[in-house]
Structures are given as structure tokens and as C-alpha cells.
């Protein structure tokens, strides 16, 4: 009896390591185009996206810019997007031992020479059409917008799932959500019912009483899952004179207002380069 007990733990040992979920990543990027983006903060912005996040993109990975600006929600656009589960790096010619290799030097290829300089190409084409969409920097919008982008999928539904893939040879993954927000955090827009011009001004019941606001307008979205990272959070020139209380305030609203959207947020500062990098290192797949 004893034997059979150890048999069956270690068959439920086996099964349990050979079914396990691959993660696979989807990247949404929401990038400020506001006219108070100056041509300095959006370079580093986009050194930041070409440098630190393409190249390091997982083989089965997606990523996807939209623009935080005053049509956020009314012309929501796909700046650029690319999925490369859809993409063969494979070659025919690769010899065995050298598969794995072969296809991650195809893929970093790819990501550093195409897709770092598609993206930039993409964003100053899509800036330079949507100039009249500059006025304001509708965050809160760009967020309701960006949920279409937000995928659930994955490869199984159950254990049982998991053991025919592995029979199959088939792989079982999920997709991991990945929110990265390049913006001041200064919300605006020109009905001015959402935006954070005075918040410098606000004690921290008012501040909840704006978040209150915001959920009476049914406008926090469902993030269930997602990992944040705030990149660029600061005052506003218009702010400058109350700038600390400005910056205090604004990001107390926007923790508490992650966390009622179920998001994880994982970085809120004015540079979260390091936090951004030690995370796709980690999750590369």
C-alpha cells in the first residue's frame, strides 16, 4: 500500500512539472503626445521604448502604442502594434543542436534593425497626423480605451487541458498583461470634469472626492490582472508653484485608483527604466 502511495506522488510529481503554464507577455504602451511634451522628454520617452523595452521582448510576445492626447477615446489608434507568435524564426537549415540559438539571434535581429526603428518611424508619422488632438492629455480616457488591447488568452481551460497539450507536444502558455505608461500623470481635458489642474490645491479628502467623481462617471476601467508601470510621473508647468503637493496628491489618486481597477502596480516614479528592465529580464520567455 505504501508503494502504490509513492507511485501515485510521484506520477502526480511528474504530471504536475510536465503540464506547467509558460507565461507569454502583452505589452500595451500609452504614450503621451500632448503639446507639453517637449522634443527632449519624448526622445527619452522613446529611447526608453527602442532601447530598454523592444530588444528585450519574449519570442511569443505582443506589443502594442496607443497615444494619451485629447482624442484618446474618441480616435483611439493602434500607433503601432506587433505580435510576434505570428512571426517563423525558424530556418530549415538550423541543425538541432542549434535551434534555440538560431531563433532567438533571428528574433533579437528582428526586434533591434525592424521593429525599434518601425516604432519610431510610426509614433512621429502618427504625431505629426494628429496634431489637433494636442490640447490636453486625457490619461483616464486613454485607459478606457487602451481595455480593448487587454487579451485573457491562454492555451488550456483545465488540468485535463494541460495533459492533452503536453501529449500533443502543444505548449501550454497564458498571457500576462503589461500596462506601460509614459506621462507626467497630470490628467486634462477640455470639459475640465477630469482634469488635475488644481490638484496641488487639494487636501487629500477633496483628492478622494475627484476619485469619487470618477467613479460615479463609470470611468475605471476593469484591469484585473495587470502589471503597471508609470513612467515620467511630475508636476505640470501649470502646477510648478504647488509642484510637491501637486505630485503628492496626483499619485495618491492614481494608487488608489489602480488598485479599484484590480491592477498590480508595479512602478509609479519620473524614471522607472531599472524597474521596467528587471522585469522583462525576469519574465523573458
Known sequence: MKKFIILILICTLVIA????????????????????????????????????IVPNLGRYDRLTIQFIDEC??????????????????????????????SVKARLHRFLVDTISRSVTD???????????????????????????????????????????NSAKGADNYEYENVLIIFSDM?????????????????????????LEDIRNLNKIPDLSGCK??????????????????????VRMFWE???????AELEAYSFDCKKEISNFMAVSRN
Not at 525558424?90 to 541543425?95: I, L, R, Y
Not at 503597471?228 to 496628491?249: C, D, H, R
Not at 488608489?256 to 484590480?262: C, G, W
Open 17 to 52: 512539472t510536465s503540464c506547467n503554464s509558460e507565461k507569454r507577455h502583452n505589452y500595451i504602451i500609452l504614450l503621451d503626445n500632448s503639446r507639453s511634451i517637449s522634443e527632449q522628454l519624448l526622445n527619452r520617452y522613446l529611447d526608453i521604448i527602442v532601447n530598454s
Open 72 to 101: 484618446a477615446l474618441t480616435k483611439a489608434e493602434r500607433v503601432f502594434s506587433v505580435d510576434l507568435d505570428k512571426i517563423n524564426f525558424s530556418n530549415a537549415k538550423d541543425g538541432m543542436n542549434n535551434i534555440e540559438n
Open 122 to 164: 510610426q509614433i512621429m508619422i502618427k504625431r505629426d497626423q494628429r496634431k489637433e488632438c494636442g490640447n490636453y492629455t486625457d490619461i483616464i480616457n486613454a485607459l478606457i480605451s487602451a481595455t480593448t488591447l487587454i487579451t485573457r488568452e491562454r492555451s488550456y481551460l483545465s488540468v485535463l487541458d494541460k495533459l492533452q
Open 186 to 210: 497630470v490628467q486634462e481635458n477640455r470639459d475640465q470634469a477630469l482634469e488635475f489642474s488644481q490638484m496641488g490645491r487639494m487636501s487629500k479628502k477633496q483628492v478622494y472626492q475627484k
Open 228 to 249: 503597471v508601470f508609470i513612467y515620467g510621473a511630475t508636476s505640470s508647468e501649470k502646477g510648478a508653484p504647488l509642484a510637491n503637493k501637486q505630485i503628492e496628491n
Open 256 to 262: 488608489t485608483y489602480f488598485a479599484d481597477s484590480n
